[in-house]
């Protein structure tokens, strides 16, 4: 199936366009903010990128300068990307920033209660998102859970009430012996977490103001204290109704949407198997694809591997029928039935689905092995193996005691289930990682949009990444090719549809309404991107050379002093204010309008006592990562070090504050928070090799060589296709330049390689052989050459990385007298994303800056190394000015208008049947 790109309606969000304007402003007075280090170091999962950038633009709206009292948000974030671990994440953020002890968390169904409970309060349980043992600046945290906030709250503790939205509200409206009261919410400030809140917005719905709603519950604790904050998180909310559009407008603070999600590799891929098989054939088709899934884990090595398998019904009596189904067709299963179904199936799939076939043929490749193959299909898919998940989830229809649990630890080793028949209960807060395959019972199915966007949820909820343990190392993003025979095994889940027409397109119709891109799982053979025989006659193919820079051994003598780990300045350091020191009241916090530095006073005592709280500076810890320092003394004293005698520390605090309003606590937690940046800096500043200035060529004929790469292919994507790669034809003389018969490139790559086409004539008016190179990563792994081919960092910096990265693209210059190879980066994101990456473009300039300082093998002199800044969108930074001074000796390039420097000229794209 296919369907043309639909340009998605844009809704406009007054506060979430106002905070990404704050973002990026150069004036934004938060712009240096980070996730405090004692978020992550508290959590047993790392924040990512997006859940930190979600983190950063909540602090913004509590600390604009304009008086406002934000007071209710809405996140509005994938399914699968990780909410309840930003939620983890802010219950620490508001207790330590903003002094918040009191926390409700809320939900419309007892299963997600449940799974949440255990998230954020049972330790023993292995889906805990704790640290077992949380401290914060030196003391020991506690999370307990409570059914009323104590009057009496303990120092260092944080109350966490969790219940479902029918309990809060029958609390709240038919009050009872032991239910918290409107009072008691507005004893001490609580923060609500409000999940699944698109549950929430009934009588906005109804544009009426119903007095004993879930939604007016949720209201009345809110507005019990002018303090009190609602943070709302949903995966889907329906803008275009106009009533939960004036409702949010000013509340969505943050977005992170399900493709963007997919396309950054934290999820499985989805593929859609749309074949004509009756229920009773599909069943047996996933059980052999399941257990081949199995079969390939184990080949390769990892070892511990149960993939799981939903059936998906339209009710609960389909779904218990189906159940007795299955266990009657494993009961009944002989080898003479296995091999003749393999071998039809086999005919019947041969040119439908490519997983299956893989299946398929492995089956018939090891049919000697089938009597053993039996034997284990009937022990992994007995009924004991199978969880029938059909009780109710409201009340007293709970699922008997055993099986929630087992529901919501399928990942577990010792969790022997391999089956679940369900119809709509795991539609929300299911978490489970090992899912991989879904299929969707025919008997009494309907196809009407309701149903199929519910199925579409779920298969949003199933396709959470399973982070299998490969060659020791475990992952939460995609680690193989898309579409490759492990990545369609391992990393990706499989939805076993209806083949009924009006059916599957409402179905595609509710994947792009989620912005969920899959595909049909068809053959999808890698391209061959081929280098031209036009290049390969020429003198820079046969003898031509590319240079990276080589890495060199750490010892530890390197590491005589903080500026070798990034610490600069050590003697005049200035800190942000922090107002986690001083117990003022809430409003004051968030109008505190100008700030200005004052010297804070300190003795020796402030940084001991500091270094006895922080467990980095017990002296066997400090001596892994500074293995030159001799002694804490050294550490505090030395010239080389922190050198306390001659530090000068500053804060910025409000400007009514003067030093003399700092306690005793207030500098003991600014140091600590002090050394704990210092303690950052050391850890990403270690490594036993890094980059130097001496660069190394490697023939290009042994590096530039031909290679497959597959384009996975979407059909249910609607919205931003920048994120999405796809082949480009490079063919005929006029492109010559371009050194692969293909570019599989993005949307902003396009734009660059389009625009190098645009000035190769006067490029070559200068050096007449000019060509571009795609350093693809594909190509570096098939080679198995890509170690050799990354810059890394050689000069001093604040920033201090050693991994090193690759350009993605190369442009050789060369004439009669010498040749320059010139590094370019696209990079696209937001500007935090370009934060990040920012040393990789430092590296670069400062390539072209220092060309006096790198030193070649002595049989080269007439090459010139240049890199030059990013290329951005609509070359935001200039890049095609800086590429024309440094090898033009020009400030631009002739003869183009501004329309074309900023024109993207799409080449044309490769179509099947061009292959």
Known sequence: MSSKPKKKKQISLPLLDELKRHDASLFNENIAFQVPEYVNNNLIHDLRDYQENAIRFFHYTQTFNDARNINHVLFNMATGSGKTDLMAA??????????????????NTNSVLNKTIDNLTNKASNKYLFQQTMEINGERINIIPVTRFPVEQSQNVIYLKLSTVQSLSN?????????????EYGRNKVVILGDEAHHYSASTKKE????????????RILNAREDNRLMEFTATIDLENRNIYEKYKDKVIYRYTLDKFMFQGFSKNVKRIEGSADDRDKMLNVVLLSEYRRYTALAKGIPIFKPVIMFKSQNIKASNYSNEVFNEMIEGLTV???NQFILRQQKLDDSESSTLNYAYQYYLEHSEELPTILRTIKREFEPRRVLNANDSDRGAGMLEKGQYQALNSLEDEDNLYRVIFAVAKLTEGWDVLNLYDIVRISENAKGDKKSTMSEAQLIGRGARYNPFILEGQSSYKRRFEDDSHDSLLLETLHYHTI???QYLKNLVNSLEALDLPSGTDEKNPPLEVKVKSSFKRTDVWRHGKIFYNQTIVVPDSYYTDLSKYGVQSI???????SYSSREVDYKEESTSLKTHPIVVKLDDRYFKKAMQKLTFFRFDSMKRYLPELKSKEEFLYGENWLNIKKLTLRVEAPIEFAESDLTSKDKLNIVMSYLSDIETKIIKGYSSARGSNNFIGYPIKEYLTDYRKRVPKYDSLKGNRSQIVEPRKMLGDEKDWFVYNLAIVNELEYDLIQKIGERVQELRGKYPETYLF????????ETRKGENLKLHQFQQSEQVRFEGFQPDFILYLRNAEYYIQVFIEPKGGDSRRMEREQWKEELLTYITEHEAELVFEDEVSNVKIKGLKFYTDKDGRNMFSQLAQVVLDKDHFSGLSYEQESKVAELPLLYDDDK
Not at 208 to 216: G, L, M, V
Request: hydrophobic share 40%; net charge negative; glycine share 2%.
């Open 208 to 219: 009426k103001d119903e007095e004993k709603t879930w939604e007016a519950a949720i209201k």
């Open 336 to 338: 003479e039935v296995l």
């Open 571 to 577: 003697n005049d350091v200035t800190l942000p204010w």
């Open 171 to 183: 609390d709240l409206f038919i009050p009872a012996e032991n239910s918290m009261s409107e009072l």
């Open 90 to 107: 802010l219950i620490l953020f508001m207790f330590k920033e903003y002094g918040y002890q009191n926390f409700v968390f809320t939900v």
């Open 774 to 781: 795609r350093m693809d990563e594909q190509m570096n792994r």
């Open 499 to 501: 083949n009924e027409p």
